[in-house]
Structure formats: structure tokens, C-alpha cells
């Protein structure tokens, strides 16, 4: 590649001359490809170990500018490479350098010609300096050793040293989006490592005596050391960002076309200077991730501005030191990591932004005012004119935007009008008057809100006074003082003094309003006002399998609440989780979300309790609710940590019960909903909604240690569930002034004693023992996790394909089944990391949602590539033709793609199928026309009954396909002979196999002829020889066997001999043969009208010996049209040959086509050298 001219050392003691001129000389590095000499492996060693600039290639170019300066222009891994750049020179531009006469412009003018070429070619890909160069050669390498396409986007490379036993090898890890490579060269050695971010099972930072401090990488079968990493912590950070990258692209699609759209940004944008670009917009892309999840924003947010600074707040008087995020519509300001104060300001929500005057209290300050009269000021800010001129044009554009839809959040008061007519003042008990008539379930398409259900439900806890109602009424008298110190609305303060207010119990008035602020659900309700109702609209008159679970679990959400035991509550809740299921397809609709939904509803109105919904499925709590509950799984294994930590020896205990995740985790995807009474739970989740989900960490660590001397008594795990059972059971509110609920599990187990009951609120004050358990911490810890969890899970994918295919086909083993099924997960992968635009489909095919052999499919780019390693026909002009046909046939729907069981339905057949349905294969595969378009499939709300419908069928039809194949005509014929005749060229007994497939080929032409004549009743047609041909072709062959024309047959009709052809008895010509020097006709489907076949040209010169056996049979008739054999006529012919019988029933390999189908794909990466190199480890 062409490098930014630099000037270098003539270097003759490292450098060999290979070509020259007058201006340019072409070097190779000394000891390149000259074997293991002294010098190639002191030169190699070097390279591996410096690996800077141009030093590292083994070729390059040099301007020669006289009395000893040399200038490096382009250098190259291979000669080819090299020879492209110096073949331009003396084409381009050697004939134009005569003319300078100053060798001082002669060199301007190539190093700016260069600069040039350079700027051109790397137009949108970052780097100008130094840097740049080095990592676009970086790139250029990466992909050269590890045979890398330019799709797989490198991020960085470090200088490292892998462990090979007690024997460190230093080299180079590039760190790629979808891998980690190492190459290292010393004293001849070459080692080359590929791992795939998918197969990382666990990644650590280790220090120990025998390894220094560095980074251990285990996958499932083996572990790899690296050390001596220039920056340690850096590089495991960015190794753990991207193995976390890559176990989110299996769990979900969406990230997959996220970093892919990232990449595309990335590479087309300038804002970066350097090199490394793309590894500091991962970087950034973690960050913005960070930011939404801790200040509980929109995905679409990203930070751009972030300055060190204090709040001034002044109702304490004093300055909190902290740090000041802004985004596209937020300004966020937070003390430390973990703590408060903290503070979300939306910009729709600020009328004024201006310096404020310079005090010794405000000094350098900015100051911001909105429209609830609130002024915060952010003091000591070190570049403050710069960030208001940022605050001020993000105002403007937040203001437009904000204005263009009219939104709720723009009264002060509340998020929502229907919350609103729900929370009164604090200073009376007056409720809406709401009746339940008014309210009636309708069929009609016009949506009426339902108010919060405690408004209609639960009057009597506020209408009779009572020792409850007054600490419920001082509850709220507290929150009204801190509205007035600190707020109220979207831009209140988060400080200590509210989580105090949290954890002593918010009260029932204020709580839809208190959890849409804290979830951050506010934000998505201001930004979308009428979504809600556009999905339900969307969603009316529709049916799926989603709704009909919907409703299956209506009637199990808090059966025991009086809200849920009548229609009004009933169809709230099958709104709300509708409008969720049509929202987000892809999680759609899990179990448990109903119990959580029901909770909302009690205290918000329809629409709020949507988007709290939202906010705790794709914030608060990610990737918890899908077939799989993957969060929930990783949360149960951080759990396990945490509990290992503060509480080892229980942990201890609880391990050899097997007992925590089975328990903990209904905990978990119920917010303790299911194992505590209503009324205490709703505390919880005052907590929740607060502290994220450190609130239940904390709060189960808390009921362990409580009953920590009782569970290590247990004998088993039940005793031990009951156990924690019973106390959940009893852990009441004695604040609540809500209707007590009596609790389904505490009635069906209640035995009749008297148990002792826990305040909530002492429970919840005893789990800030363990305050230490952060968000910061456990984000940490899921990540770590993530990389364990997902792999097991896809062990079980692999284990439940293997199982359910297993159960259907007996034609392979399990140690088969699993070798082929990572076969195709390489290939599929492959697909993800670099699809074209016309493989789209294929990429969005992994759903989680469907069943397990599913979720991965393969377009046709890379189904042919990986049927082609495991074919079981011989490689052959043949075979692209062969595979493109055995593609349509394993795409039975029409989709474009083929999933693992599908090539599983044909590899059985082909491998282990007997002679019969091999041969029917076979003959269907000449059935099929070639090059079929894809049915192109929307994303909608899918009909799963209909679904269930189709499959059904095609498994009715798969056994029907093989029974009743239907006729083949006279083109397709044609095409089979074709495949059959190549399918020999590598059988030592092929002159045998071609005779018997002429004697077959010239019997079903009869066949075929005799069905014709009969279809048309025209008798007269008939087969003559052409000019003493013998007719029969068995015996042609066995007389003509070294000739070079072989057998020819014409069918004449009689009345062909008048000259006369009429437009319906066209002739037509077709010429089959097969030779292994000769290149068979094209492959393509011919039509049934077509009126003539050309001929393959063959080279009549070659003299016999050259031509080899090839044989050659002419067909001549008047019209195909009507000729057709079946396939029991194919069988029945085929089956007159031994010869045939035998080449078709003898057994295939399979161990060892799957053997060289891996060693096919390792060998593409890493050369068959480094594929044995990588056995060896």
C-alpha cells in the first residue's frame, strides 16, 4: 500500500535491491523467503518484536533522491502486492520525472503525488498524522495474516506476550470488532491465534507468580495468558467492551444492525483525527450507555459535553462538588458515581440560560432557570462560555421540538393529565369521583384512559379516619416541604434527604407521579404523548399467539386484589400489556410481566403505567423478560457473588443445597411481587423505582442474613424454602392504609400458627447494611457474568437442536449432530459480522423467541459456502450448480434462508440415506429452477396460529415430497445426465460408470420417446443411427471405446425428410459428455419451448490421447414437448447397473468430511502451516 513519504535510512544491511531505475528501487526485507537463515531469523525476530512503520513489511518501495536519501513511499506483505505499486510507477509516472532538473522539486513532486494518491484512496477513513499511518498499516496486516476481510473493522493492536506453556511469545493482539488475533515471529517461530468474541467464556485480569500482570482469556475448550501490556487496565477494558459487544449481538439482533450502523457512522465520520478512531467511539458509544442508564434517559441520548464543577445548593448553603453531563435534551449533573446529589434537567423544560454575575460564592458560574421558577447554578465551571453557547443551541432545538407536539409534561404540575386528576392536593382527602359506570368496558375503537385503580378500588383506606391515615397524611406533609425546598417536577433535586422520604414509605397519593420520575418514564411521556393510543389503535381486531398468553395470564395477576377481580381492571391490564407487546416485538409478551403491570396500574393511570412498563423492561431491568430471561439468569449469578462476598459461610450452605438461584430468582423478575404481601411490596418498589435494582440486591442479601442461623440448620433445600417462604409471608406494612390483601401463597400454606411478623421498613432500613452493593458494582459484575451465561445458554441451544433433530433423524450421531451444528453457528456468524446489502434478511434471522432450531439461518451466499465444504459429490464445475440447487430445495418456504434443521433434512439423505432415497434426491434436485427471489417479509405483529398452520403442512408435504415427485421433462433430463457424468471424474473405475450411464441415458430416452409417441398417437417416430452407428449404446461403446466422437444418435421423424419444419417441430440439439480436461456445458435450466440447446465446443484437434474418455451423445429430435420420465422409470433404469448401484451405495466419511470441513475454515484464516500450529495448542 502506498504510505505518507518518510525519509529512511538506506538500510543495505537489512534491505535486498530486487529491481531499480532510475528514480525507484524495489527491496525486500533480508531473510524473507529464504528459508530459516541466520539473517531471516534475526530480521524476523526484529520486525516481530519493533513491528513499527514501514520496517515491518517485507517489501517497499524507496525514492532514490540522491547523494544517500531515500524516501519510502509504499511497502507490501506479498511481492504481488509490491509489484502493483511499482508496475503504476514506471507506467504512470516514471516518464514524466525526466523533466525535473532540481532533485530538491523532483522529490516535492513524488512525495506530493503520493500524499495525494493516499488522500484519495483513504477518503473517510481517519488518520493524518503519524498514527494514522501506522494503523492504516496495522489494518493492511491484521487482514493479510489472518486473511480478514476489509469489513472486519480493526479497533486497536498492542504490544503483548503470549503464554505458551511457562514460555512467553512476544508479539502483537489486534483487537478487532468480532476478534482477538495474535501473530508473534521469533527465532522462526510463527503463532497465529484467532478467538471470536463469541466463544469468550470468561475474561480476567490476573496478576499470579508465574503469570505477571495481565489478562487471562478462557473459552470452552482452552485459556490464554497475555502480559506485559504497555497499559493493562486499558487494554482489558476495551478486551471486555467488546466480548460484552458480542454476547449481546447473540441475545439480540438489534445490537447486531446497531454496531453495524455504528461502524458505517463511524467510518464516514471526521470528528476523529487519529488512527484509532473506532476504538474511541466504542469507547464513547459505552459511555452514552452508561449515562442513559444512570440517569434514566432515552437510548437516544448521547453525552456530548462533560465538565467538572459544583452545585450550588442553596437551601443548605453550600457547594457539592460533582460532574455536569449534557446531551441532545438533557443537562444532568451528579456528585460522584453512586451517589447524591444528583440532578436530570430537561432543556424543554428551561426558559433561561446566562452567566451568572462573579462572586466569591458563584464564581465562573452558569446559571439555569425553568419554567417552575427554579434556579440551579453550576459554579467553577473552567470553560463556562463554551458550554453556553452548547446549552443555548440544545435549548433552541429541544424548545422546537418540544413545541411541535403538545405535551403534558409542559404543565408543572405533573406528567400527565389523568395522574393528575389522581394525585389532589395534599392538604385534603378529596379523591376523583370517578364512577365505575363512566368507565364501562366498550367495543367500540375510541380509547378512554382508565385512572389509576386505587382511585376506584381502595376509597375506604382515605374516607375513615384512623391512626394509618394520619401518618399517611404527615407522609405527605413531609413531601410537601420537600416540593417546596427542593422542587417538584421533572428537575427536582435527588438528594439524601429523599431516599430518607423513599424508605419511609411514599405515600399511595403520590406515587404514579414519584415512579414515573425516578424511572425516568416522564421523559419517555413527554417525548411520545399519543404513542399509546397509536398502538392500541394499530393493535385492535388483531390476533396473535401473544395475545392469546395475554389472556391466559389475565386472570392470574393479583387474583387476590379486589381491582383485578372485575372487568375494569381486567381490561386495563390486556391494554397496557398489548400496547407492550406491539411496541416492542421482540420481547412481546413474558411471564411475570403481568404481575408487575398489575402493581402499576393500581397507582397510574393507563398510559403512565405503558411507560413504566417500558422503563423497567428496557432500563431498570434489560433483557429480563424473553423466553429466556437472560437477565434474570445473570442477575442470579451476580447475586450468587455478592452473596459469596458478604454472607460466605451461608453461601457456602446454600451451594450445597442447591438452593439460591431456584428461589431468588422469582424474587428478581417479580420485584418480590409474588412472595410478599401487596401492600409491603409496593414499598419495595418505592426502593426500586429510587435506587435501581441495587434496591433488591440489597434487599435480598437483607432477608438471607435475617434468617442466615435458621438456614444453616437446614437439611435440605425445601426446608429451606419453606423457610423463607414463611417469613416473606409475614413481613407486613403496618403503615399502609390500603385494604389489607391477604396474600394466595400465605392462604394456601397458612398452617394455623401464629408466625412473627417484620415491618417492611425495618427490613428495608437492614438491607443498607450492605449500601456498599452500587449500581457501579453490579454493571461490573453483569458483565462479567454476561460472557458465562450467554455461553451457556448457547450450550443448551446446541444440546436442545441436538436433542429435538436427534429425535427425527437417525442417520447421525450426537457427536455428529454437534459438529455440524458449530459448522453452521461459524457460518452464520460470518454472516452477521460481514453481510452485503442483499443478505440483510439473513442477518436479522437470529430471534430468540423462535424455536431452537430456528434461530439461526443461513441466505444463499452462505448456505453454498458451507454446503460446499461438506458436500458429499466432488469438486467439479458441477458443484456451484449442484449446491445453488440443493439451496432451493432446503428452503421449503420461500424465505431465502435455511435453518439448521433444514440442512440437516438433506445431509441426512445424501450421507446416510439408502440407494433409493439418494437417487430420489437426486432427481428432485433437477426439478427445482435455479435463482428463485427470496418473499421479502415485513415486520408486523406475526399471525402465530397461522404459523403453527404452515409448519404443520410443510412437515405433511416433507413426507409426501419424496413419494410423489412429479415428472421430468427432456431439458432436465439433460441436466441430470450432465451432473451424473461429472460425478465420476474421480472414481478409478470411471470408463465403467460413463458406459453405464450412457446405457442408462439412451434407456429412459426410449422411455421417454415411447411416452410421447403414445401422448400424441403419432407411431411413425422413431430412433435411427447416424451413419452406422450402432443403436445400442452399451455396445457403441464397447467398439468405439478409443474414439474420439464416442456414440451419436439421431431420432428422425418421417416427416423430416420433406425438409419442411414447422414452428412447433423445431429442432433440437443437445450434447452431453463429461471428460476431465474438458469443461462441462453451463448449468442453467433450459425451457421447455426452447428451440435449441448449443452445443459445448469441443476441441476436435486434441489428439486422442489428449481427449482422454471423453464421450459425446448427440440427441437430435423433432420437438421435446411431451417427453417426460418418472421417477420410478429413473430408479428402475439406474438400477439395471451394478456398476451405478455400487458407486451410489458405498457409505460416506462423515467424521471426515466434518474433520476437513473445520480444517477448511481454520486453513482460510490461518494457512495450513498455523492450522497445525493451532492443534498443537
Avoid at 59 to 75: D, F, K, L, N, P
Avoid at 473 to 488: C, L, P, Q, S, T
Avoid at 1061 to 1067: D, I, K, P
Avoid at 1136 to 1155: R, S
Wanted: aromatic share 10%; net charge negative.
Amino acid at each position: 500500500m502506498w504510505i505518507k513519504p518518510e525519509e529512511v535510512a538506506p538500510g543495505t544491511a537489512l534491505w535486498v535491491t530486487e529491481d531499480n531505475n532510475e528514480f525507484f528501487r524495489l527491496q525486500r526485507r533480508r531473510g524473507h523467503g529464504e528459508g530459516k537463515g541466520l539473517a531471516g531469523l534475526l530480521v524476523g525476530t526484529l520486525d516481530a518484536m519493533l513491528d513499527s512503520g514501514a520496517k515491518a513489511s517485507p517489501y517497499r518501495i524507496v525514492h532514490e533522491a540522491g547523494m544517500q536519501s531515500y524516501w519510502a513511499i509504499a511497502t507490501g506483505g506479498t511481492r504481488e502486492e509490491i509489484v502493483v505499486h511499482w508496475t503504476w510507477l514506471e507506467q504512470n509516472l516514471l516518464h514524466t520525472l525526466s523533466i525535473f532538473e532540481s532533485s530538491d522539486d523532483l522529490t516535492e513532486f513524488i512525495t506530493g503525488k503520493i500524499k495525494g494518491i493516499i488522500a484519495e484512496e483513504q477518503h473517510g477513513m481517519k488518520g493524518e498524522g503519524n498514527s494514522g499511518e501506522r494503523f492504516r498499516e496495522a489494518t493492511m496486516r491484521f487482514c493479510h495474516l489472518f486473511a480478514m476481510p476489509e469489513a472486519e473493522r480493526l479497533v486497536t493492536f498492542v504490544s503483548c506476550s503470549y503464554w505458551k506453556g511457562r514460555v512467553p511469545r512476544h508479539g502483537w493482539l489486534y483487537l478487532s470488532l468480532n476478534h482477538a488475533c495474535f501473530y508473534s515471529f521469533l527465532l522462526g517461530k510463527e503463532v497465529k491465534l484467532i478467538l471470536p468474541w463469541v466463544e469468550v467464556r470468561c475474561l480476567e485480569k490476573k496478576a499470579t507468580v508465574l503469570f505477571p500482570e495481565g489478562v487471562e482469556v478462557s473459552t470452552r475448550d482452552s485459556v490464554y495468558h497475555f502480559s506485559m501490556f504497555l497499559n493493562v487496565g486499558d487494554s482489558y477494558g476495551l478486551m471486555e467492551l467488546l466480548a460484552d459487544r458480542a454476547a449481546r449481538q447473540l441475545l439480540d439482533t438489534d445490537s447486531i444492525m446497531e454496531l453495524k450502523k455504528f461502524c458505517e457512522d463511524s467510518t464516514s465520520s471526521s470528528a476523529s483525527h487519529d488512527g484509532f478512531g473506532l476504538k474511541g467511539d466504542l469507547e464513547a458509544m459505552e459511555r452514552n450507555y452508561r449515562y442513559q442508564l444512570r440517569f434514566s434517559l432515552p437510548r437516544c441520548e448521547n453525552m456530548q459535553m462533560e465538565a467538572e464543577c459544583s452545585l450550588w445548593l442553596a437551601v443548605e448553603k453550600n457547594h457539592v462538588q460533582g460532574q455536569l453531563y449534557t446531551s441532545q435534551s438533557y443537562l444532568c449533573f451528579a456528585a460522584s458515581e453512586d451517589s447524591l446529589p444528583s440532578l436530570v434537567i430537561p432543556l424543554r423544560e428551561v426558559v433561561m440560560i446566562e452567566a451568572a454575575t462573579n462572586s466569591n460564592v458563584l464564581p465562573n458560574a452558569l446559571a439555569v432557570i425553568t419554567r417552575g421558577h427554579l434556579a440551579f447554578f453550576f459554579a467553577f465551571l473552567r470553560d463556562r462560555d463554551r458550554l453556553q453557547q452548547h446549552l443555548i443551541q440544545a435549548h433552541m432545538t429541544a424548545f422546537v421540538e418540544a413545541n411541535a407536539v403538545k405535551s403534558p409534561l409542559q404543565l408543572p404540575q405533573g406528567p400527565g393529565s389523568a395522574t393528575r386528576d389522581v394525585i389532589k392536593s395534599v392538604d385534603g382527602c378529596d379523591l376523583d369521583t370517578t364512577k365505575m359506570s363512566d368507565l364501562a368496558v366498550t367495543d367500540g375503537p375510541v380509547y378512554k384512559s382508565t385512572p389509576a385503580l386505587l382511585n376506584i378500588f381502595c376509597r375506604q383506606g382515605f374516607e375513615e379516619p384512623n391512626s394509618k391515615l394520619a401518618k399517611e397524611v404527615a407522609k405527605e406533609e413531609m413531601w410537601k416541604i420537600h416540593f417546596v425546598k427542593y422542587g417538584r417536577g421533572p428537575c427536582v433535586y435527588r438528594i439524601d434527604s429523599m431516599r430518607k422520604l423513599v424508605q419511609l414509605g411514599i405515600p399511595v397519593r403520590l406515587r404514579g407521579e414519584l415512579w414515573l420520575l425516578f424511572s425516568g418514564a416522564t421523559h419517555d411521556l413527554a417525548n411520545h404523548p399519543h404513542h399509546y393510543e397509536e398502538l392500541l389503535e394499530h393493535s385492535q381486531g388483531l390476533a396473535s399467539l401473544v395475545m392469546e398468553e395475554i389472556e391466559r395470564d389475565l386472570h392470574r395477576s393479583l387474583p387476590e386484589h379486589p381491582a383485578f377481580q372485575s372487568e375494569l381492571g381486567i381490561a386495563a391490564l390486556r391494554r397496557v400489556l398489548t400496547a407492550y407487546a406491539f411496541h416492542n416485538p421482540r420481547i412481546g409478551y413474558c411471564q411475570a410481566m403481568n404481575i408487575v403491570t398489575s402493581a402499576l396500574l393500581i397507582f397510574a393511570d393507563e398510559e403512565g403505567a405503558f411507560w413504566l412498563l417500558v422503563s423497567l423492561c428496557e432500563r431498570l431491568l434489560p433483557d429480563y423478560y424473553s423466553n429466556r430471561v437472560v437477565g434474570a439468569l445473570i442477575d442470579q449469578g451476580v447475586f450468587e457473588e455478592l452473596l459469596r462476598e458478604h454472607l460466605p459461610t451461608l453461601h457456602c450452605r446454600l451451594m450445597d443445597l442447591g438452593f439460591i438461584a431456584t428461589t431468588s430468582l422469582s424474587w428478581f423478575l417479580t420485584l418480590f411481587l409474588s412472595v410478599l404481601p401487596f401492600e409491603s411490596a409496593t414499598a419495595v418498589l418505592d426502593c426500586f423505582f429510587f435506587d435501581g435494582v441495587a434496591a433488591i440486591f440489597r434487599l435480598a442479601l437483607a432477608v438471607l442474613h435475617a434468617n442466615a442461623s435458621h438456614l444453616l440448620m437446614c437439611h435440605d433445600d425445601g426446608e429451606a424454602m419453606q423457610l423463607l417462604s414463611r417469613y416473606l409471608d409475614n413481613v407486613i406494612n403496618k403503615d399502609s392504609i390500603l385494604p389489607s390483601v391477604p396474600h394466595l401463597h400465605a392462604i394456601l400454606s397458612a398452617d394455623g400458627k401464629n408466625q412473627p411478623t417484620v415491618d417492611v421498613y425495618e427490613l428495608i432500613r437492614a438491607a443498607e447494611q450492605f449500601s456498599s452493593v452500587t449500581f457501579a458494582i453490579i454493571e461490573r459484575m453483569r458483565r462479567k457474568k454476561r460472557l458465562e451465561v450467554v455461553q451457556s445458554l448457547e450450550d443448551a441451544t446446541k444440546r436442545n437442536v441436538v436433542r429435538t433433530i436427534s429425535a427425527d433423524h437417525t442417520h447421525f450421531s450426537t457427536s455428529e449432530l454437534e459438529d455440524l451444528f458449530h459448522l453452521f453457528k461459524v457460518e452464520y456468524l460470518h454472516n452477521t459480522y460481514w453481510s452485503s446489502e442483499q443478505e440483510k434478511n439473513s442477518l436479522c434471522s437470529h430471534n430468540p423467541n423462535l424455536s431452537y432450531t430456528m434461530q439461526y439461518r443461513l441466505g444463499r451466499t452462505h448456505f453454498q459456502r458451507l454446503f460446499q465444504r461438506l458436500s458429499p459429490w466432488p469438486d467439479g464445475p458441477h458443484a456451484a450448480c449442484l449446491t445453488d440447487r440443493t439451496f432451493q430445495i432446503a428452503n421449503r418456504d420461500g424465505s431465502g434462508l435455511v435453518s439448521f434443521r433444514d440442512l440437516i433434512d438433506v445431509l441426512g439423505i445424501l450421507y446416510r440415506g439408502d440407494l433409493t432415497e439418494r437417487l430420489r434426491m437426486i432427481y428432485k434436485l433437477h426439478l427445482v429452477p435455479m435463482n428463485i427471489k427470496a418473499k421479502v417479509e415485513t415486520e408486523t405483529c406475526l399471525d402465530y396460529r397461522a404459523i403453527l398452520k404452515k409448519w404443520e403442512q410443510e412437515k405433511l408435504d416433507k413426507e409426501r415430497e419424496l413419494k410423489d415427485l412429479p415428472k421430468m421433462n427432456q431439458a432436465q433430463f439433460i441436466q441430470l445426465c450432465k451432473t451424473l457424468y461429472n460425478l465420476f471424474g474421480q472414481e478409478q473405475n470411471e470408463q465403467e460408470l460413463y458406459r453405464a450411464i450412457a446405457v442408462v441415458a439412451n434407456l429412459l430416452l426410449r422411455i421417454g420417446e415411447a411416452g410421447q409417441r403414445s401422448l400424441r398417437g403419432n407411431p411413425s417416430f422413431l430412433w435411427t443411427p447416424r451413419e452406422g452407428a450402432s443403436l445400442d449404446v452399451a455396445h457403441s461403446f464397447s467398439n468405439e471405446s478409443n474414439s474420439t466422437e464416442g456414440s451419436c444418435f439421431q431420432a428422425k421423424a418421417c416427416g423430416a425428410e420433406s425438409g419442411q419444419a414447422s414452428s412447433n417441430n423445431a429442432s433440437t440439439t443437445f450434447l452431453l459428455f463429461s471428460s476431465s480436461a474438458a469443461q462441462p456445458p453451463d448449468c442453467g435450466i433450459l425451457s421447455d419451448g426452447a428451440a435449441e440447446v448449443e452445443a459445448a465446443n469441443v476441441d476436435k484437434s486434441r489428439s486422442p490421447s489428449e481427449s482422454g474418455s471423453a464421450q459425446q451423445m448427440t440427441i437430435r429430435t423433432l420437438n421435446q414437448d411431451g417427453w417426460t420420465i418418472t421417477c420410478e422409470q429413473f430408479l428402475a433404469s439406474l438400477l439395471t447397473e451394478p456398476t451405478l448401484v455400487t458407486f451410489f451405495e458405498q457409505p460416506i466419511d462423515v467424521a471426515a468430511k466434518i474433520c476437513n470441513a473445520q480444517a477448511s475454515v481454520l486453513t482460510h484464516r490461518l494457512g495450513p502451516v498455523d492450522f497445525c500450529n493451532l492443534i498443537n495448542h
